[in-house]
């Protein structure tokens, strides 16, 4: 039971360039989220799922793409990387209750 | 605004001591799950403990304890015999619907040997 694996753990973008931050869980949980962490800041919530083919934004969805084909993955796509898109991105998913967090993925865009 | 406001962002406190971590947070639900979480330097987000609304005990999980007050909307953390390990960033949240998390800013706890 490996939990919420994100991938990559860092990356460094241009401004302009693409990427996909990849997230899968085993527990079979039907929430699954993205939030975002600046600096010396709380987490912020970028899109959420509640189960197979359905999303929603949240606070900060600007900039972000979502898509849940599978209970099991919730890739998270950023499109034209723009510096205020420098942060650290959490990966989170439950049942009920506390959300189990993956390790979370540290992106620069420069 | 479902907002969650710590308002110490930084304490310290001697190694074996006691120290307390304050959190407020607004709602207009009347049953709903609020929480702590940990964050050491590692930035993995590890649950310290939880507490349901509608229960008026406050929860305890070995040196962690919450001061639940659901009238003022408080929800401060309590952390006894405090040890090096728990150097870290606490983090208090609470649930909206479709199980979100809502977080405040945090607090940075640093633990002097």
């Known amino acids: 039971n490996a939990g919420v694996t994100q991938t990559p753990k860092f990356r460094i973008l241009k401004i302009g360039q693409s990427m996909t931050l990849q997230c899968t869980q085993d527990?079979?949980?039907?929430?699954m989220y993205w939030y975002r962490q600046d600096p010396g800041m709380g987490l912020k919530l970028i899109y959420y799922s509640v189960g197979a083919g359905i999303t929603d934004k949240g606070e900060v969805p600007n900039g972000y793409n979502v898509s849940r084909s599978t209970t099991e993955d919730f890739p998270l796509r950023l499109e034209l990387a723009a510096p205020s898109q420098t942060s650290v991105y959490f990966c989170?998913?439950?049942?009920?209750?506390?959300?189990?967090f993956g390790s979370g993925t540290r992106l620069t865009v420069v | 605004a479902q907002t969650v406001t710590q308002s110490q962002p930084e304490m310290s406190v001697q190694e074996a001591e006691t120290v307390t971590l304050s959190c407020t947070y607004d709602?207009?639900?009347?049953?709903?799950?609020l929480f702590w979480y940990k964050q050491p330097p590692s930035r993995q987000m590890i649950l310290v403990i939880r507490?349901?609304?509608?229960?008026?005990q406050n929860a305890t999980e070995n040196r962690f304890s919450v001061n639940f007050q659901k009238a003022a909307k408080s929800f401060s953390l309590k952390i006894s015999d405090s040890q090096l390990g728990d150097a870290a960033m606490y983090f208090c949240a609470r649930i909206r619907g479709a199980q979100k998390l809502v977080f405040g800013q945090g607090t940075r706890l640093t633990i002097n040997p």
């Open positions: 989170a998913s439950t049942n009920e209750g506390p959300s189990q």
């Open positions: 709602t207009s639900e009347s049953d709903y799950y």
């Open positions: 507490q349901e609304a509608y229960k008026q």
């Open positions: 527990m079979n949980h039907n929430y």
